[in-house]
């Protein structure tokens, strides 16, 4: 698969809820702004899909304090 034809969506999610704060849906884009003053710990994910569908998920947690 072509780097070029890979496709990245991001989402975050504070943690302990099931609630999306922020959303960014499939596009060639590999970067993704972001900013919050609420405390607390949120999960970052980031999911590429190729030509074929296929995907992979990351998640990272990150704290703002």
Known sequence: TSISKVKYQFKIVKAGTKSVV?????SAKTSFNWKTKKKGKYYIYLQVKDTKGNTKTVKKTVKVK
Do not use: E, L, R, T
């Not at 922020?22 to 499939?26: E, R």
């Open 22 to 26: 922020a959303s960014k849906k499939y």
